[in-house]
T-cell receptor, first 114, second 115 residues
């Protein structure tokens, strides 16, 4: 299996621009998670989906962030408009069940907003 | 105060040393305890998983959970340069409590094992 695939791996954008991060979970996994990692706050859960339905988006920082999962093999995280404080590594992860010991992370999307 | 506290390091040890990594937490509902290893510019990967209190051993790695003290540890014996990475503790509550199984991570401890 190819694992969780994220794109782009690196993104540099100007403040105010829209950013779209993409994720392909592991086939057969029912759960998909979006995390954000910064030096100050560590890894934070933004949102997670079960069978393509958003279950908990309480970690989404504000209305500028939105996430969708149109089908079982694809999810997007959008930031519009982007701000410098959004600079972070964004990880997508998937799991075959809601159990912490089976979450598999992608390699991350490194976002820099200037 | 954060729910999970972890010393960020960096921690530098000579090859062959025993390494002790620790986390403390405040949420009594946490039942599942994990350690993830994250190499530079990579995603975290699960290293150890423990349910409730007790010890678990896997090769050179031992995970300990003391729920009464809200304290977890990861020990690495005979440390190798390839163990150099950031180690993240993570925790989650029982699904039945209604809290789901969202992982709460520590900020990670950076470990360097030197030749």
């Amino acid at each position: 299996d190819a694992g969780v695939i994220q794109s782009p791996r690196h993104e540099v954008t100007e403040m105010g621009q829209e950013v779209t991060l993409r994720c392909k979970p592991i086939s057969g996994h029912d759960y998909l998670f979006w995390y954000r990692q910064t030096m100050m706050r560590g890894l934070e859960l933004l949102i997670y989906f079960n069978n393509n339905v958003p279950i908990d988006d309480s970690g989404m920082p504000e209305d500028r962030f939105s996430a969708k999962m149109p089908n079982a093999s694809f999810s997007t995280l959008k930031i519009q408009p982007s701000e410098p404080r959004d600079s972070a590594v964004y990880f997508c992860a998937s799991s075959p069940r809601l159990s912490g010991n089976t979450i598999y992370f992608g390699e991350g999307s490194w976002l820099t907003v200037v | 105060q954060k729910e999970v506290e972890q010393d960020p390091g960096p921690l530098s040890v000579p090859e062959g040393a025993i390494v002790s990594l620790n986390c403390t937490y405040s949420n009594s509902a946490f039942q599942y305890f994990m350690w993830y290893r994250q190499y530079s510019r990579k995603g975290p990967e699960l290293l150890m998983y423990t349910y409730s209190s007790g010890n678990k051993e896997d090769g050179r790695f031992t995970a300990q959970v003391d729920k009464s003290s809200k304290y977890i540890s990861l020990f690495i014996r005979d440390s190798q340069p390839s163990d150099s990475a950031t180690y993240l503790c993570a925790m989650s509550a029982e699904v039945l409590t209604g809290g789901g199984n969202k992982l709460t991570f520590g900020t990670g401890t950076q470990l360097k094992v030197e030749l």
